[in-house]
């Protein structure tokens, strides 16, 4: 019997390992669920407002991207090869600008809100530091329920963050990266017509809420 001890202590220790490990991995999935189904509910929260402003939704709302998207990630994948090819010293004056842009060019979807619900309904890992936080946008319209999938990556120092969302399975990361390649490949090293565009969106955007908001604030009064 002492011959099996060696095997016995080595199955042992396999399933201490097992026992250890799998629970880290079942929470961290945890985890990106709950981060995912917390920045759905404070969306919710910040378009069910009706004392806010556009403009103090698109505030509220940019402090949830920069808290849980991975930004820097997210515009150095728009811009695809082109990073590596346009001025250098213009980099970081675009990655600043591709948040405020983000939301600005989705700025006609806040106002658009009728009392949708987000419900968070599952997290799996696709590979380690990796998941798909699976949910469901439930329409009080009577419309059919639209599907939104959340990818999630462990930042490391910076914990768990968005860099990606698909809606009905078509990746918001993608399809901006092909707009911004459609301009890109106008001017393959120079990223000054991109940033141009960019902010006249944002310049756009904010002309728009503001004549709306005062619009609602003389009707109020």
């Not at 929260?45 to 709302?61: H, M, R, V, W």
């Not at 890109?184 to 017509?193: A, F, G, N, T, V």
Request: hydrophobic share 45%; glycine share 4%; aromatic share 6%.
């Amino acid at each position: 019997m002492k011959l099996f001890t060696p095997l016995k202590s080595l199955l042992a220790g396999a399933v201490l390992f097992l026992t250890a490990t799998a629970p880290t991995f079942a929470t961290q999935a945890d985890d990106a669920k709950a981060m995912v189904q917390n920045m759905a509910t404070e969306a919710i929260t910040i378009l069910g407002n009706d004392e806010q402003t556009q403009e103090d939704k698109i505030n509220a709302f940019t402090v949830l991207l920069s808290r849980d998207v991975d930004l820097d990630f997210v515009a150095r994948f728009v811009l695809g090869r082109y990073w590596r090819t346009v001025q250098q010293d213009r980099l970081a004056d675009y990655a600043d600008i591709y948040g405020t842009y983000l939301i600005r060019a989705n700025a006609s979807r806040l106002s658009a809100y009728s009392g949708e619900k987000i419900e968070v309904v599952s997290a799996i890992e696709e590979k380690a530091g990796r998941y798909i936080v699976k949910s469901v946008v439930r329409q009080n319209s009577g419309a059919e329920d639209i599907n939104i999938d959340w990818r999630v990556r462990d930042r490391g120092d910076q914990g768990l963050k968005i860099v990606d969302i698909m809606i009905e399975g078509i990746s918001m990361a993608l399809t901006q990266r092909d707009e911004f390649k459609a301009v890109m490949q106008r001017s393959p090293k120079d990223i000054e017509p991109l940033i141009d565009i960019m902010q006249k969106k944002i310049d756009d955007s904010k002309a728009s809420d503001s004549a709306a908001d005062a619009k609602v604030a003389d009707n109020a009064g």
